[in-house]
């Protein structure tokens, strides 16, 4: 390579077409085959952090972090695919008991999507966790999402019956019982992460039958059953 | 730009240079989208250097070791797609093996292809200079962006979140310390850029009036 190329290829017209294909070639060809390499390794990592934010979701108390392997061999043990009935959440059944429902939500944030998963008590009532496994909010502002300090808040959160049944409240200014301290700097993430959880729930617990919101048909429902 | 022309220059000279004499970010003023981006946390200011050390070096070589084969009208095509390339690898080599850090620094390791210090490296060194030479340029103006961003980022976290690569600091975590939370916003770039190019550029003043000329 340290020689020019002989002088009759490179005066040649078609030259520089076909140097470019050979470059291309070349490290396409290298970053398809790391690609296939290393697929099912990014693949597992995705699985894994998703299982991991199921459980996390549901309550799991780990003494301490658990490896890939042992977070997929809990997730197996415990927790069921989404079905019919549960409108599309995955379920924590233990000794053969409904514990409650791990219900996968995404929405836009500020930068991209979030994509997380929450967990619920099988009345729809209460909040058992809340985790996120896909962001890319402002790291050290909207990421901080992800810190335990601000999704420990949802644990045992009571929901409001109507809608929105929860919110995101400045530092301070939390009133409610349905209500958690947002991330101070991160107003944009915490405003559309309000709107995901409160429409994901929303959504969640009409099709589960649980609705209890400010819509006509719930509304009238309400009335009848205190009528 | 001091890297063109010339013999082969020693790697002390070279490291000089990349890393005080012509520093891309406070000298040649390249790759302040990334400065400013990534420097609010250490850790992903960390991750973020040794990928750009990492493709710097690598394309400057591969350049290089290409120079005397690549028509000179197609190069920039050229360098493009090889810088690209080492970018890949690295988000690829993230993704499989650190899906953590991979989520934390998002979009940014693929914007390593458009930061302006590689192809700028490409432009003044590694096409004209043997492969040795542009690997060791490479590095150590990768070395000199790093270490600039690493000064701007460790105040930014300190006095932001009141910790230093994610552990809690003494005095600035506790409560007499009221965080800077707009340090670590986008505007506490611009401040600790500014800062930093004005301190280095004062430091340094013989090199401003030869660029006067």
Known sequence: ?227 | MNGAGGGPKTVKALAIEGIWGNNPIFRQVLGICSTLAVTNMVLNTLVMCAGLVVTLSMSSLSISLLRKWTPRNIRMMVETLIIAFYVIMVDIALKAYWPEMSQNLGPYVGLIITNCIVMGRAEACALTQPPFTALVDGFFNGLGYSILLLIIAIPRELLGLGSLLGYAMPYFSGPYWDKWTIMVMPPGAFFMLALAVWAFRTLQPDKQEKGAK
């Open chain 1, 1 to 227: 390579m340290t020689e020019k190329p002989p002088a009759k290829l490179r005066d040649r017209r078609a030259y520089p077409v076909f140097y470019m294909f050979a470059v291309t070639f070349v490290s396409t060809g290298v970053l398809i085959g790391l690609n296939r390499m290393t697929e099912d390794r990014v693949e597992a990592n995705r699985q894994v952090l998703f299982e991991e934010a199921v459980l996390f979701a549901l309550g799991w108390d780990a003494e301490e972090k658990m490896s890939p392997a042992g977070v997929h061999q809990a997730f197996l043990e415990n927790v069921q695919e989404p079905a019919e009935e549960s409108a599309g959440a995955y379920r924590l059944v233990r000794g053969g008991k409904l514990e409650a429902y791990a219900l996968p939500f995404e929405g836009r944030g500020f930068w991209n999507q979030i994509k997380g998963v929450m967990g619920i008590r099988p009345d729809g009532s209460v909040l058992t966790g809340m985790a996120f496994y896909e962001q890319s909010e402002t790291p050290g502002l909207g990421a901080e999402i992800v810190k335990t300090y601000f999704t420990d808040q949802f644990q045992e959160l009571k929901l409001d019956a109507g809608s929105p049944a929860l919110a995101l409240k400045s530092s301070g200014a939390k009133s409610g019982e349905n209500e958690v301290d947002a991330i101070t700097g991160a107003t944009q993430t915490c405003t559309r992460l309000e709107d995901i959880l409160n429409n994901a729930l929303d959504a969640w617990r009409k099709k589960m039958g649980l609705s209890k919101s400010g819509d006509d048909d719930a509304a009238a429902g309400k009335a009848r059953g205190e009528g």
